[in-house]
């Protein structure tokens, strides 16, 4: 082939597939819904449900022995040989509220730490016992109550004695 020919052929082609895209069929938009008459109606809004109220901590009371109503009368002192009974009174209702007290002694070291899980509807008292293999050391301590983590309650002092 000579190269007119060439190049006569290359611009037919050109022009051929610029006259194709020029032809293109164009698309034409979608139709809109028709608009309704009438609103739909509303459903009717339900007032959502009341959160129940969260526990809290209505008292802390320390002691060595509870009566059947998990009471607990409340003393600051103890011998070495005691079980030290923390009394734990929650009011509210709630599900799976962890209720945990821990005892420190005078130099910082925790001399023990407990948790109970508790689902209440109500008052609730939720006794944490420690004792000792051994006797308490002698001293002073200090008893944190805390409600799902959160420090919760009034914190007691109590004293060991020999």
Do not use: H
Request: glycine content about 8%.
């Amino acid at each position: 082939m000579n190269r007119k020919t060439l190049a006569y052929a290359l611009i037919v082609a050109l022009a051929g597939s610029v006259a194709l895209v020029g032809c293109k069929k164009k698309e034409e938009p979608a139709a809109a819904p028709p608009a309704a008459t009438e609103p739909a109606p509303m459903p009717e809004a339900t007032p959502p449900a009341p959160a129940p109220a969260a526990a809290t901590v209505s008292g802390v009371t320390v002691g060595t022995t509870a009566a059947a109503d998990k009471s607990v009368a409340a003393a600051t002192s103890f011998k070495s040989g005691d079980k030290i009974i923390v009394s734990v009174k929650t009011d509210g209702a709630a599900s799976n509220v962890e209720v945990g007290a821990k005892l420190t002694y005078q130099d910082g070291q925790v001399a023990g730490e407990q948790k109970q899980t508790i689902n209440t509807n109500g008052p609730e008292t939720t006794n944490i016992e420690f004792s000792n293999a051994n006797p308490w050391p002698a001293g002073k301590y200090t008893v944190d109550v805390t409600l799902n983590g959160a420090p919760a309650g009034t914190q007691q002092s109590i004293e060991v004695k020999n």
